[in-house]
């Protein structure tokens, strides 16, 4: 008879002291690679040697770019079947008004029932679960029905292609297929949605895919004593405008279409027109269009984030730049988005440069064995909470796995008010200790019942 395993039984005092020692090491990412300190990213692959011995003792263990660690837990039985990926990223942003603080942002303090530190929300905490799971369950006598891979990028932060990006060319490689990916992404938002009565466990289906475009105007150049009627600023703020006042045409994709049913009978007053929001969407886009989270949901956007123009307070610039970040939404593409500002913009000259272009997300299916789980887990451990399918407006890592597994569910089994959730990459990042249990408890309970519960 199998041996009953209690997915709650881990130590959490453990996890705790774990989570606080990753957070010391400071592991932050920039854009220019040479700017890291990768002695602290040794220091923390150390850390997780050392501090988890039973996965490094069972689990084949494999560094991919020097830095971006896989390990594979193999399976005595689960021959043919395509294993499980479960993802997560130890890099973090850099601290800015550190003196803000209430703890230092690399203390990894433990005070009034948090963690507190730079990563405690993103996403070491995820790293540390995915872990503490699997140690647990290794010493517990555990063994899965089918393998797991656990893969934690070093540079998720500033694009993944060095981290991810490797470890998902390497399966493919290898022609390692997945049967699903787990990562960072959604969570239980208590508070965070107006006029939702119930908690919500979203669970990220996609992601908008990314592009940075700079535009370009030239101009006259000169003393400023005598400008023309339009210089090249003049010029670039009226592009700028017309494109914030004229947004890209909205429209209505699965994920989005799907959260609004799904969320419908816990809205009061709304639950009709939510029930019927495919036929009355040409009637709610306008309203939805006025709240920056339901607008990124049924559009493409278009952020102006960094200017250039001038050298000298009197004098003319002959060409002025603005650079832009453009999140897609399916159905669309970076061309059609440049051809939506040069058609908001008639009888202007400017030209477009295309500096990054993201990967493209897939939609994953919400009707799949792997998502039902997830579902019924989080209605075992949160029963007053509404589960839904969420399109992310921002990156993960997960979008590099694109071509080695189809069903990609970004889900962290921790309850955020919009106080916590707003130290994400903020001033007094913190993990509360009742979510980092939280976490180990649903990375328990999915491996334990993924098989013995598939149909």
Known sequence: MEKLIDPKGFNIDQAVEHLSQAIQI????????????????????????????????????????????FYLWKSESGQGKKP??????????????????????????????????????DNKQQVISVME??????????????????????????????????????????????????????????????GLVVPAALIGIAEKSWANIKITVSGQGGHASMPPQHTAIGKLAQIIANVENNPMPAHLIMPVREMFKKMAPYMPGKKLIFQNIERLFP?????????????????????????????????????????????????????????????????????????????ISGISPIDAHPYQLIEQIIGEMYPQTVVLPYLMAGGTDSRKYAQVCDKIYRFSAMVLDPKEYSGIHSTNERISIDNLSSIIEFYCRFLLAYDRKAQ
């Open 26 to 69: 400071n592991t932050v990412s920039y854009p220019d690679y040479s700017a890291i300190d990768f002695a602290r990213y040794e220091e923390f692959l150390h850390f997780l040697e050392a501090a988890y011995t039973a996965v490094n003792r069972v689990c084949q263990r494999q560094l991919i770019n020097g830095y971006c660690p």
């Open 84 to 121: 499980i990926l479960l993802i997560g990223h130890y890099d973090v942003v850099p601290v800015e008004a550190e003196n803000e603080w209430e703890e230092p942002p690399f203390s990894g303090t433990v005070k009034d029932n948090f963690i507190w530190g730079r990563g405690a929300l």
């Open 133 to 194: 799971a699997a140690e647990y369950l290794i010493n517990s006598g555990f063994n899965p029905d089918r393998d797991i891979y656990m893969v934690f990028g070093f540079d998720e932060e500033v694009g993944g292609e060095r981290g991810a990006a490797q470890a998902a060319r390497y399966f493919k490689e290898q022609g390692i297929e997945f049967e699903c990916t787990i990562d960072e992404g959604g969570c239980i938002a208590d508070g965070i949605m107006q």
């Open 283 to 359: 009637l709610l886009s306008s309203t939805l269009s006025k709240t920056p989270t339901t607008n990124a949901m049924i559009r493409s956007t278009i952020a102006f984030t960094m200017t250039e123009g001038g050298e000298a307070a009197n004098v003319l610039p002959q060409k002025a730049s603005v650079v832009a970040n453009l999140r897609i939404l399916h159905g669309d593409n970076i061309d059609q988005v440049i051809d939506h500002i040069k058609k908001v913009n008639p009888g202007i000259e400017f030209e477009v440069e295309k500096l990054l272009v993201g990967d």
